[in-house]
């Protein structure tokens, strides 16, 4: 069945059918040749937004790398359900958002729809680039501190998705050494002194706890706004 578009007259007269008469979602989508589902979704759209919820929406809405990595990481608590999500956050479907947890399951990048001079932003357009040892620990403690966030610390420190999802990888796997370059002698002159090793394990502790005091401060978030 082809997707057809409606009012937000229609849509609310549709939902008070289902409120005030006790017709079914089902019985309503079959008699005007509405997509399955639909009504159920302006439903719950309504509760929430209210009658905003149900305007026309342009199906090339725009939304940040940082945005969708947010609601990735809602869905991935394990609390909320694809159309949950696309209703709390004004998303056109819920197949959006599922589209969103795919490509981050895959390890691939959550990219800026938004166009820039006439362009779109790719992170995946930023190519791999040499980096210190030094480099690489800032890079991972800023990645890390922000959540996991690899298309955000990519696009800052212009370097490609896969450097930096492999340098934490390596981080959590092997710790500081294992952001070295393995790769022929190492020169004296580029290694970490004792000293330098040491405040690098510091800050990269103290990363890991600002991302762990972000997630029980989301927790809590959550919580207030279910307990409403």
Same mark, same amino acid.
């Given at each position: ?17 289902? &409120? #005030? ?12 040749? +509405? ?6 979704? $302006?439903? =719950? ?5 209210? &009658? ?21 990481? &809602? ?25 969103w947890v795919k490509l981050y399951n895959n390890h691939e990048e959550l990219t800026d729809s938004r166009p820039e001079g006439g362009r779109y932003l ?14 690489? +620990?800032?890079?991972? &403690? ?7 966030? @690899? ?13 930096? @999802?492999? $340098? ?18 190492? #020169? ?23 991302? #762990? ?12 706004? =279910?307990?409403?």
């Amino acid at each position: 069945m082809s997707r057809k578009k409606f009012s937000k007259e229609f849509k609310l007269e549709r939902i008070k059918d289902h &409120e #005030k008469k006790g017709i079914s979602f089902y019985k309503l989508e079959k008699e005007y040749g +509405i997509e399955l589902g639909s009504i159920r979704r $302006w439903h =719950e759209a309504y509760k929430v937004h209210g &009658e905003e919820a149900l305007e026309k929406h342009n199906s090339n809405s725009r939304y940040t790398a940082e945005f969708k990595q947010q609601v990735v990481n &809602e869905y991935l608590k394990g609390k909320s359900s694809y159309l949950d999500l696309a209703i709390k956050h004004g998303i056109n479907a819920e197949s959006t958002v599922a589209k969103w947890v795919k490509l981050y399951n895959n390890h691939e990048e959550l990219t800026d729809s938004r166009p820039e001079g006439g362009r779109y932003l790719m992170v995946k357009d930023i190519g791999p680039r040499k980096t210190t040892q030094e480099e690489r +620990i800032s890079i991972v &403690e800023y990645c890390i501190a922000h959540g996991n966030d @690899y298309a955000g610390t990519s696009k800052k420190y212009n370097c490609s998705y896969g450097q930096v @999802y492999t $340098w934490v990888r390596k981080y959590q796997e092997k710790g500081i050494d294992g952001l070295k370059d393995g790769r022929g002698k190492n #020169k004296s002159g580029t290694e970490l002194s004792e000293v330098e090793q040491l405040k690098a394990e510091k800050r990269m502790l103290e990363a890991e706890l600002k991302q #762990k005091q972000m997630e029980i401060d989301f927790l809590k978030k959550l919580e207030d706004v =279910e307990r409403r």
